[in-house]
């Protein structure tokens, strides 16, 4: 018997590469559905269904390549309106040509304040031979100093995200806009959508078990690269998949995202500069309105405070388009008006001020700002 099952496709999209055991069950669906039917009207209908049921199990995603100034070929997937690389960085070199340093000793990586790569030991590894093998499945871990080095570390026509273009992948997945910024694990199964399906039972790149929830629903593939500590060790392998945000927390911290084998939620956190993460870089083209044109960003934009939580001062960092009258204001958590930071015209760009809390009882604070029919406000926490 001969049954033909046609599935969809649409110019500029591409099914995504089933894992594991999602091409068994795809299998095993098809076969339970076809199973004892004979050509007729009914079989037709049945075959147009088991086409319906397979197009909704292998989800359709605008996908493709980008290559970095080493010739090295980066999947793409679009998700939402970003476009994400889908494997972790593997560049030795910015993208002007200049090589980025590598091979410090312990000390040397705790102490530069430049931008630098490691490669997770292979000798550490079951199942991996070489450096070159362990490059091409986890990529290279980089400092938070090359991360934001203005050469560029992505290739060209890319950028490392910052933190609110991370938020709003998370958001995309199903975060609401409070989980997003959230310091922690946040959300249930938005991880899971970002984690490959792979684990010990498959070659490298793989998850320890459990992956738990892992789905790769998104088709982000988040691998776990492990880390290189600030201290120069090398740990956590198949367990963590950590990468860097640009966005800085203080002068010692920076935001970063990671996930991990055992959770299904997404994680935030703050990292020490000198740690050695993974790399994932977003196209120009499709990133937040929080990116820049000469330094003025092309809409109206808020920041988170930083620090967040603080203790007695925070800054506060606004954008404006253009030329703007505006009110930045704080409030208590009743709605009463604690100070007003700025009540004036401000010229086009990024402006910041610091707020001072230091008279103020611990608490939950929102400061709010207006600007013609932009209003904007965010949530801070002061702690003494």
């Not at 889908?86 to 000793?105: F, H, M, Q, V």
């Not at 201290?231 to 920076?254: A, C, I, K, M």
């Not at 208590?332 to 402006?351: F, M, Q, S, W």
Request: overall charge negative; hydrophobic content about 35%; charged content about 25%.
């Amino acid at each position: 018997m001969f049954v033909l099952i046609l599935v969809p496709t649409f110019p500029g999209t591409r099914m995504i590469s089933a894992e594991g055991s999602e091409i068994r069950d795809i299998y095993n669906k098809a076969q339970s559905v076809t199973k004892g039917t004979v050509m007729s009207a009914n079989r037709i209908i049945l075959i147009l269904s088991t086409t319906l049921l397979l197009f909704n199990i292998i989800k359709t995603q605008e996908t493709g390549t980008v290559t970095d100034i080493d010739g090295n070929v980066y999947q793409t997937v679009k998700i939402g309106e970003q476009w994400w690389t889908a494997e972790n960085l593997r560049t030795t070199k910015y993208r002007n040509g200049d090589a980025i340093p590598t091979n410090l000793d312990n000390t040397q990586w705790e102490n530069t304040t430049s931008g630098a790569y490691a490669i997770y030991p292979h000798t550490e590894v079951d199942g991996i031979s070489s450096d070159e093998e362990m490059i091409d499945a986890y990529g290279k871990l980089y400092n938070w100093y090359a991360v934001i080095d203005s050469r560029g570390l992505c290739p060209e026509g890319w950028i490392v995200p910052d933190d609110d273009e991370w938020n709003r992948l998370g958001i995309y997945l199903g975060l609401s806009l409070e989980e997003a910024e959230k310091f922690g694990w946040r959300g249930n199964d938005e991880g899971g959508k970002m984690k490959s399906t792979r684990v010990e039972a498959d070659p490298h790149p793989r998850w320890n078990s459990p992956n738990t929830g892992a789905t790769n629903e998104s088709g982000f593939k988040g691998l776990p690269g492990g880390r290189r500590a600030a201290t120069g060790s090398f740990s956590l392998l198949e367990d963590f998949g950590e990468w860097w945000s640009t966005t800085e927390y203080d002068e010692r911290y920076s935001w970063y995202h990671l996930l991990t084998n055992d959770r299904s939620s997404a994680g935030r956190g703050i990292a020490l500069k000198p740690i050695g993460f993974s790399v994932r870089c977003i196209s120009k083209n499709a990133t937040s309105s929080h990116r820049t044109i000469n330094d003025v960003p092309v809409e109206f934009v808020l920041k988170q405070n930083y620090p967040n939580p603080f203790n007695s001062s925070t800054i506060i960092k606004y954008g404006l388009p253009e030329k703007s009258y505006i009110q930045l204001e704080v409030y208590d958590r009743l709605g009463r008006l604690v100070i007003r930071l700025a009540n004036e015209y401000k010229e086009a760009g990024y402006h910041e001020v610091t707020f001072d809390a230091s008279h103020l009882p611990s608490g939950v604070y929102i400061y709010r700002l207006q600007t013609g029919e932009y209003v904007e406000s965010r949530k801070m926490l002061y702690l003494k």
